[in-house]
């Protein structure tokens, strides 16, 4: 019998069977200041040292300011957690893009950007979006802190052997404007749920997940974890090998490994899925969250479903909606173009990447923010500020009175002093819409950057299909 | 870490199905650079208001102080891979965690420290969170016992005897040595 891709990538990683579990070899690994310093610690007690500081790249992105950059750190605990990634990249001999290189940004936005990423590869970091990378056909997953400190000392993982799971996105969207990737992955989630992808590695296929751009993938995967997969990928294709051509970390041998990646990293067509989910893009049209986790989402055009319609008979299900419902302060039967927004962030290794910014400002041209909202642009990396820049999207955005920020992962999850006011509604680029995800008692609308670009003009969401 | 010996208290019921990380731990006590002290935040905003008054929340009720087993919703511990939660509820005083089903990375996380993870049909997790008395939890045996009954559970056997013994992970790890030198040649 074939094997799928994962299969393929997992077994040329295997480096030994111990009782039952598998000995996994680490290609590459991401670091960020919020879930290493503890490694680095367990690593100085045992006197142990990094074994592949030339497989492991730094960046400093969860807690950092996006604001000037030039600045002291107020928050004097972030500044402690930032020099200590900078002390342990130090010590441990790790390539660091700290906050004055021009390649600081989100590690799942430069990761790519720098050519880290590669077809057919191993990748881990500290962070459960880490399955992002799977967009270039690689095994990435999101890790703890203790699995952090094992990679580094080893250079492998421990794992258990997950299960495979197609999920087939057929046909084409009906607009390819206004509906994305963010509203294919979020219409996914809704069906089969926060838990559907558990125990499992995603592969997209089909002709709607071919038609999507590097960027699209990306965000894709992204949001696997959303579906509690282990990790999300797509067959690498021409697309992919074009992104990755050229770029600073990118392999000399390039045109030898394209050959490879051609050739081999693909599902045999006689290989089996443990088990398979089918969506057609043409049924999709644009998503908006309206509950505290990411299944909990409805059509544009639709209204805030009732907590038994929700819940579908599953009594605990229900109890969770009643709740949800009540933190979002919303009530059952309201239209959610009727939801009115106090903030609108774009930004996110979901949705900050050059694309991301390009369709949002799209909708803005000549237009400016809602008086009743607060709007703010951050890309995901200075890479992506630089280009968009270059563009002048930032005159853009400036114009219809957005902020244009310095990048960072910043209100997606509100460990810089970006964070929603208590009560505060959002419009949101990013991947949760958790109680309290961006701020305390702050309440997340999941969307994408076009339809948060729309809703930041009108201060409500609207149908952007109506508007491109 | 330490071995892991048979747990003997009261559960502390928390029905709810898809409980984040982020509920464990909030951001704000994500900036620590230590893996110790993180018990007094678990379920922070569910415990706390604003103000600091005490939310009508089950850790807040007295009746459930001491418990070490956590009784809870399906798909626990989704969301980020933040081993604080691990850190949080280990550091609070729960050893066991009984639920539907783990989120993947949560459920490795708190084998690397020291919490047990078992997982059982719904309907059976409902009925253990409905007794009032003592729960006994037996990794050697996989049994957990309450009210007369006894109930097997699953869990694979590297992970068991890790527990059982408290092993380093790394160090395990660092007995193949010569085959991942041994990869890295071939590849």
Redesign the interface.
């Known amino acids: 019998m074939g094997k799928t891709l994962f299969e393929k990538i997992w077994d040329n990683h295997t ?2 069977e ?4 598998t ?1 996994i ?1 680490i290609d590459r690994h991401m670091v960020h200041e ?2 290493s ?2 490694a680095f ?1 367990g690593l100085r007690i ?1 006197k ?1 040292r990094v074994r592949r500081p030339d497989l492991t790249f730094a960046t400093m992105d ?2 950092v300011p996006t604001n000037n950059r030039s600045l002291p750190i107020i ?1 004097q ?2 500044a ?2 930032i020099k ?1 990634l900078e002390n342990n990249c130090k010590e441990f001999g790790i390539p660091l893009f700290g906050l004055d290189s021009p390649h600081q940004g989100i590690v799942h936005v430069i990761g790519p950007e720098l050519g880290i990423t590669l077809p057919g590869i191993t990748m881990v970091c ?3 979006h880490t399955s992002t990378h799977g967009a270039f056909g690689a095994f990435a997953l ?6 952090v ?2 990679v580094l ?4 993982l ?1 794992l ?1 052997r ?1 299960k495979t799971f197609e999920i087939r996105v057929d046909g084409t969207r009906k607009n390819t404007h206004a509906i994305t990737a963010k509203d294919i992955i979020l219409s996914i989630i809704k069906k089969i749920g ?2 559907g992808g ?2 499992t590695v995603i592969e997209y296929r089909g002709r709607a997940i071919s038609d999507l751009s590097m960027e699209e993938r990306m965000t894709i995967c992204n949001m696997s ?2 579906a ?1 997969a ?1 990790a999300g990928l797509v067959a690498p294709d021409q697309k992919t090998f074009d992104y990755v051509k050229g770029r600073k970390y990118t392999p000399k041998n390039y045109d030898e490994l394209i050959q490879d990646w051609r050739e081999n990293l693909k599902t045999d067509e006689n290989a089996k899925f443990d088990k398979s989910f089918v969506i057609n893009a043409s049924e999709i049209i644009p998503q908006v969250s309206w509950g505290t ?1 990411p299944a909990m989402t409805a059509d544009v055009t639709d209204v805030i479903p009732s907590p038994e319609e929700f819940a579908k008979g599953d009594a ?2 229900e ?2 909606a009643k ?1 949800a419902l009540e933190y979002m302060d919303l009530k059952a039967g309201t239209p959610i173009a009727d939801i009115r927004l106090d903030r609108v962030f774009i930004g996110s290794c979901t949705n900050a990447r050059l694309q991301d910014l390009i369709e949002a400002s799209s909708v803005i041209k000549g237009r400016k923010v809602s008086l009743n909202v607060r709007a703010m642009v951050v890309p995901g990396s200075q890479q992506v500020k630089k280009q968009a820049e270059e563009l002048g999207l930032d005159k853009i955005f400036q114009e219809a009175n957005f902020e244009w920020r310095e990048s960072g992962c910043s209100m997606c ?3 810089n002093p970006d964070i929603l006011a ?1 009560g505060e509604r959002c419009a949101s680029t990013s991947n ?1 819409n ?4 961006q701020g ?2 702050g309440r997340t609308h999941l969307v994408s950057p076009i339809m948060a670009a729309a809703a930041a003009l009108t201060g409500h969401f609207v149908d952007v299909r109506e508007w491109v | 870490m330490e071995k892991f010996t048979p747990v003997s208290s009261i559960g502390t019921p928390l ?4 409980i ?1 990380t ?2 464990m731990v ?3 006590f ?6 110790t002290g993180f018990g007094e935040f678990l379920f922070y ?1 569910w415990k706390f208001e ?1 103000d600091g008054r005490k939310k009508e929340f089950v850790l807040n009720d007295p009746k459930y102080s001491g418990s070490q087993i956590l009784v809870t ?3 626990f511990g ?6 604080h939660a ?1 850190w949080a509820l280990k550091d609070y005083g729960f050893d066991v965690i009984i639920a539907p ?5 949560f459920y ?2 708190c084998f ?2 020291g919490i047990l993870p078992v997982f059982l049909p719904k309907d059976q997790v409902s009925e253990i969170m409905k007794t009032k008395s003592v729960i006994n939890v037996d990794l050697k045996s996989q049994t957990i016992q309450y009210d007369s009954k006894s109930i097997p559970f699953q869990i ?3 992970r068991k ?1 890790t527990l059982l013994e408290g092993l ?3 160090a ?3 007995q ?1 040595e010569d ?2 030198t041994g ?2 040649k071939a ?1």
């Open positions: 480096v030994e111990i009782d039952g579990r000995l070899y919020v879930t310093p503890q610690d045992n142990r969860h807690n928050d605990i972030s402690t957690q200590a500290g962070d459960s999101g890790i703890g802190t203790s699995d400190e094992h000392a080893t250079q492998c421990v258990d997950p926060t838990g558990n125990g974890i959303e509690g282990r986790n605990s299900q109890n969770a709740k999850l509100g460990m208590r949760r958790f109680e309290g995800r305390s008692g | 029905e709810r199905p898809n984040d982020d509920q909030p951001k704000q994500l900036k620590l650079v230590q893996r905003d604003p919703g399906e798909n989704c969301g980020s891979s933040r081993e691990a089903s783990f989120a993947d990375i490795n996380n690397k420290n694979e056997p590297s005897k380093d992970d790394i395990v790890t660092m193949y085959k991942i990869y890295e590849h």
